[in-house]
């Protein structure tokens, strides 16, 4: 696996302050050896959508070359996609599209990704985008575009060994293990009615034959026990929320009544981090609203905790450890 | 040379059990017309057993999971569905797997000994049992598994066809295809073939009662006698299963418990004593149970088979505590496979593994005191 570029260089400043503080003393030291932050990009464009309802595909791409560069510290977008995929992988994109029009991965992102992908030298025939099913693809707007393909789990089938870490044991999407060297994951931004809310880790139960088994208590351990699973920690390079309509009720399904234009991307290298900010996100704008937060609702996201604990280390919900960078 | 005797009798019977099986079991398919596969719509009826509720959510009512539904999801045991604010169950007529099998393999021991059971199953569970023998079929969706177009009067025919004594609803979890099976009881009925229900009996009342109805006998897996069990391995609830043993009961419908024994889950002289007396207190002393042996599956690899010495000392506790009728199952050619007289203890119903050997009961009495053992004997 590539390390994501604002780990790799965190852990880099981490050494290199260790050795600045080496002689301050043992204060010093244990300062310098804190872990390092995790970055999570905030990209907003309150212009994204120009005078029309939907995101144009320039200011998309815009948007996204913003927040890559932003997440791995390069001025230039294809330098920053360089470092999530190399040529000659083929890259897979976990869309959302549970919702449907109207709540699922945007097509416009998605072909703006696309777009970046093969200037960063993968080709287009090694560009996968893949969900659940074919039909949650097909309402999601998702087609064969060109060479790139689109793929449900319902076609690609399972493997026939289970995959298993903690409360879970899975069949894995052999789209995941079979065809995709590396996934890039993309959740949208929503409240979900058991687990509280949905964006990062909880988008990678795409991935399994069995979600349904894992909702219970909120989908905690499951979600952070899912995300454990070994070909999901090999593969999962980069995680890109797509928030440029986001929702604070009602989820997973689309639910018009309870969205608002966010227009924006979270993007991270850390599923926890991400999901924690997107979790606040949504609990500003339910507060705005007037609306009981996700803890006195009874559902507030626990597992975002789990995924951070001593037994999975998925990353980071200490706010302080977070670098949250508003572009 | 008694020990020569009784070897060569113990592979006498082992080969019998072999040859039965051999004979019985295996996938059914061939009793199915082949043909294209088929289409998933056909397997598609509005759900029973739920409310519709605000911005079209669902909550189903089907089993004390209550699984809140959202538009487009399904529920914990991944065969119903809403879509659009309504509730399907996916599963009708949608058989994952079939098999002839003796009726002693689900187990039932006092109901029709030494007759055949066709015996069905679709994709889909409520529970998610850490041990599961056939979680390729009980924990995967629909969709996953070829399914076979089988609607309730095919099953009938193919059971009358294939001189099978009762339709049993098993392998998976018959509870999540209910409306099919209370359908295929409709039609077994009309045929004159009764219906069992295989089932870990999480359910709630009210279809519980309209099963209750229909079936002629259901068999319980008491996955263990403790809260603790049911949420670390079995992922369900103790008292729903236990209250629903207590209605089949006042119910009247026949009722059998198995209790597979997991090394050092839920093996204890404690555990086994406790299941004993809320039976006898509850069920009465005639419900049979059956001591099953565990053999390490699905997600519980790391243990071994259950020691036969386990199963003779719950056998041994549940003699104590007063129930009549406590069996030893997947132990084959066991003495405690046997049913024998709970007055003069002579046997009376002899088997080796799912072959009754020898059925001594005239006309449902102990032929040497005369004493009425409970069952459905036909």
Redesign the interface.
């Known amino acids: 696996m590539l390390p994501s570029g604002p780990s790799r260089r965190e852990f880099l400043r981490a050494c290199a302050a260790a050795a600045a503080y080496a002689a301050a003393g043992k204060a010093g030291v244990a300062a310098a050896m804190a872990p390092p932050k995790s970055r999570v990009v905030v990209a907003r464009d309150p212009a994204l959508r120009g005078a029309g309802k939907t995101p144009g595909s320039a200011r998309v791409l815009a948007l996204l070359d913003r927040a890559l560069m932003a997440c791995y510290g390069r001025d230039n977008p294809l330098e920053a996609w360089k470092k999530a995929v190399r040529p000659g992988e083929t890259v897979g994109l976990k869309v959302n599209c549970l919702g449907g029009r109207g709540m699922s991965t945007s097509v416009v992102l998605v072909d703006a990704i696309c777009e970046r992908l093969q200037q960063a030298g993968i080709r287009e025939e090694d560009i996968v985008i893949w969900d659940r099913l074919e039909s949650d693809l097909e309402s999601g707007g998702f087609r064969a575009r060109g060479k790139v393909r689109c793929i449900g789990n319902d076609s690609a089938g399972y493997e026939d060994d289970l995959e298993e870490f903690g409360s879970v044991g899975s069949l894995l999407s052999r789209t995941l293990t079979r065809t995709c060297d590396a996934v890039i994951n993309l959740p949208v931004l929503k409240d979900h009615g058991i687990t509280g809310m949905t964006a990062a880790l909880k988008n990678l139960f795409g991935a399994i034959h069995n979600p349904n088994k894992y909702h219970p208590n909120g989908g905690d351990p499951y979600i952070a026990d899912v995300n454990m699973l070994a070909p999901l920690r090999r593969k999962v390079r980069l995680h890109l929320c797509d928030a440029f309509t986001a929702q604070y009720e009602g989820g997973p399904s689309c639910m018009p009544q309870w969205q608002w234009a966010y227009n924006g991307l979270l993007v991270s290298g850390d599923p926890v981090a991400l999901d924690y900010t997107a979790w606040q996100i949504i609990e500003r704008k339910r507060a705005e609203k007037g609306m009981k937060s996700l803890a006195a609702a009874q559902r507030a996201p626990s597992y975002i905790a789990t995924a951070a604990d001593a037994r999975h280390q998925l990353g980071t919900n200490d706010p302080h450890r977070i670098e949250r960078l508003e572009v | 040379m008694g020990g020569a005797d009784t070897s060569r009798r113990e592979f006498l019977r082992q080969a019998a059990l072999g040859s039965a099986c051999a004979a019985c079991c295996g996938w059914a398919r061939g009793l199915f017309a082949a043909g294209a596969p088929p289409d998933d719509a056909q397997f598609i009826r509005e759900a029973q057993f739920y409310e519709k509720q605000a ?3 669902i909550k189903c009512k089907l089993c004390p999971r209550e699984c ?1 539904i ?9 065969a119903r569905e809403n879509r659009g604010g309504t509730y399907y169950t996916l599963v009708h007529s949608r058989v994952a797997t079939a098999h002839i099998d003796p009726i002693e393999k689900k187990p039932f021991f006092h109901f029709h000994p030494g007759t055949l059971a066709f015996s069905l199953a679709t994709a889909g569970c409520n529970v ?1 049992c850490k041990f599961c023998q056939n979680w390729e079929i009980s ?3 629909p ?2 598994v070829r399914g076979e177009f089988a609607p309730p009067e095919k099953i009938a025919e193919l059971s009358r066809g294939n001189a099978c004594g009762a339709i049993a609803y098993t392998y998976s979890e018959p509870v999540i295809f209910m409306e099919y099976m209370l359908d295929c009881v409709d039609a077994g009925h009309k045929l004159g073939i009764p219906s069992v229900v295989v089932t870990g009996g999480y359910i709630q009342q009210e279809p519980l009662k309209k099963l209750c109805a229909g079936a002629d006998a259901i068999k319980v897996d008491l996955k263990a006698f403790s809260q603790k069990y049911y949420t670390e391995v079995v ?1 369900g609830e103790l008292k729903p299963v236990l209250d629903g043993l207590v209605t089949m009961r006042s119910q009247g419908v026949w009722t059998e418990i198995v209790y597979l024994v997991v090394p050092a889950l839920n093996d204890s002289d404690a555990e086994f004593r406790g299941l004993a007396q809320w039976i006898k207190q509850n069920l009465g002393a005639d419900v049979p149970v059956h001591f099953t042996r565990f053999h390490p599956e ?2 519980l690899k790391n243990l071994p088979p259950t020691p036969v010495e386990t199963l003779e000392r719950a056998h041994q506790i549940a003699g104590a505590e007063g129930l009549h009728f406590a069996y030893i199952g997947n132990v084959p050619g066991h003495p405690a496979e046997s049913t024998y007289c709970p007055k003069c203890h002579k046997v009376l119903i002899e088997r080796a593994g799912f072959m009754v050997t020898q059925n001594r009961l005239k006309h449902g009495k102990c032929p040497d005191c005369q004493t009425a053992i409970p069952g459905k004997w036909g």
């Open positions: 911005h079209k959510k809140a959202d538009d487009r999801e399904r529920g914990y045991c991944g998610n924990q995967v969706r969709e996953q992922n699905y997600l």
